[in-house]
Each structure stands twice: as structure tokens, then as C-alpha cells.
T-cell receptor
Framework: NAGVTQTPKFRILKIGQSMTLQCAQD?????MYWYRQDPGMGLKLIYY???????DKGEVPNGYNVSRSTTEDFPLRLELAAPSQTSVYFC?????????????FGDGTRLSIL | GDSVTQMEGPVTLSEEAFLTINCTYT??????LFWYVQYPGEGLQLLLK?????DKGSNKGFEATYRKETTSFHLEKGSVQVSDSAVYFC?????????????FGKGTTLSVSS
């Protein structure tokens, strides 16, 4: 019953460093999403994917990149970490893109940029 | 654009008290509406949903009714427990836009004491 698995759970980066947040799902879901959650705010969409090889920008994509080479994996890349990217990052997936389909979330990655 | 507004928290209640968390939305057409819950240190979990006007979603004693006339989806529970302490997010997916992400409210923190 793994669902959506995110690694790492916590990470501290220095300004200018790069890293990849990993996300994997074992539910054979076509759609995957990356959100960020800032204190006292709802989640904001960074990028999403409707299937392997297809990605698209969300509301706040600047400073991030994604790839979707397989159905299962959807990594998020930070190339030049900035303090504004300090946040909690959530990966989610859904079977289809239909609006009535719920999304399944991972437990999040808490990232601090110092 | 579409948006969700939730009542500000935190909400502090005693065990067995009645809970209401207000949620209103702005959207064209008939979006799908959701309540997600986030327990400390965890990702978001779907609590309930409603996909058309007058639908009532329910789960674990929580209920919410899709009210098109007041553009509302208020969350209620008749008798809260300490284990209900969490952050509650109201969210929507826009009508007729497959593949788009959830639009979240800012979240309402509920704290229940025994």
C-alpha cells in the first residue's frame, strides 16, 4: 500500500546548490502533480504531467524543472536554490484528469534554503 | 480566475462540540468540490467530495453540501474528537477542464482538547 512516495523527507540546502526531489507512485496513475505549500497558505501548483513524456507548467514554475520518463516517477529539480524556495513540497497523482477524480498525496518534502 | 476562500483559523473546540468550517468559492459553471485533511507531519488526504449541485459528501462523521446558490461547501461534524485535530483544506477543480490541478483555500487549523 505504498501509494505516493516522496524522498527525502527533509533537506537543508545552501543558496545556489541544486537537488532533485523524488516522487514515485505505484497506482498506475496517469496524472502527476507537484505542489508547494508555504506557511498559512494553500498549495500552489508548480508543474504537472498527464502521462510519460508530457509535462506542463502550473502557477509557480519559475526555478524548477521536471521530467516524466516513466509512468511511475515524476522528479522535481531545483537548479539554483534560492531562499524563496524554502517550502514544503507535495507530489500527488490521479488516475485520470477528470475534475471529479481525487488526488493522492505523498507525505511531503520539507526543504530549507539557507 | 477560480478561487476558494475558507474561514480563518485556528478553530479551538472541546471534545464533542459541533464543528463548522466555512468555505465559499468563485468559479464558472459547476466545479467539483473537495475537503482534504492534513494531519501533523503527513500529506493531504481526501476527506470528502461533491461533484454536482445539492450533492452531499460525507465521511468519518464529516459532511458538506454543494450549494450552488450560495457558492458554498461548508464542512460540519456533530461531535468532534481529539483525533480530528488537523488542518482542513477546501479545494475545487474547475468545470470542464480535465487535467488541471486542485485550487486550494488557505487551510483552517482545528485543535480539539479533551
Amino acid at each position: 500500500n505504498a501509494g505516493v512516495t516522496q524522498t527525502p523527507k527533509f533537506r537543508i540546502l545552501k543558496i545556489g546548490q541544486s537537488m532533485t526531489l523524488q516522487c514515485a507512485q505505484d497506482m498506475n496513475h496517469n496524472y502527476m502533480y507537484w505542489y508547494r505549500q508555504d506557511p498559512g497558505m494553500g498549495l500552489k501548483l508548480i508543474y504537472y504531467s498527464v502521462g510519460a513524456g508530457i509535462t506542463d507548467k502550473g502557477e509557480v514554475p519559475n526555478g524548477y524543472n521536471v521530467s516524466r520518463s516513466t509512468t511511475e516517477d515524476f522528479p522535481l529539480r531545483l537548479e539554483l536554490a534560492a531562499p524563496s524556495q524554502t517550502s514544503v513540497y507535495f507530489c500527488a497523482s490521479s488516475k485520470t484528469g477528470a475534475g471529479n477524480q481525487p488526488q493522492h498525496f505523498g507525505d511531503g518534502t520539507r526543504l530549507s534554503i539557507l | 480566475g477560480d478561487s476558494v476562500t475558507q474561514m480563518e483559523g485556528p478553530v479551538t473546540l472541546s471534545e464533542e462540540a459541533f464543528l463548522t468550517i466555512n468555505c465559499t468559492y468563485t468559479a464558472t459553471g459547476y466545479p467539483s468540490l473537495f475537503w482534504y485533511v492534513q494531519y501533523p507531519g503527513e500529506g493531504l488526504q481526501l476527506l470528502l467530495k461533491a461533484t454536482k449541485a445539492d450533492d452531499k459528501g460525507s465521511n468519518k462523521g464529516f459532511e458538506a453540501t454543494y450549494r450552488k446558490e450560495t457558492t458554498s461547501f461548508h464542512l460540519e461534524k456533530g461531535s468532534v474528537q481529539v483525533s480530528d485535530s488537523a488542518v482542513y483544506f477546501c479545494a475545487l477543480t474547475p468545470a470542464n477542464q480535465a487535467g488541471t490541478a486542485l485550487i486550494f483555500g488557505k487551510g483552517t487549523t482545528l485543535s480539539v482538547s479533551s
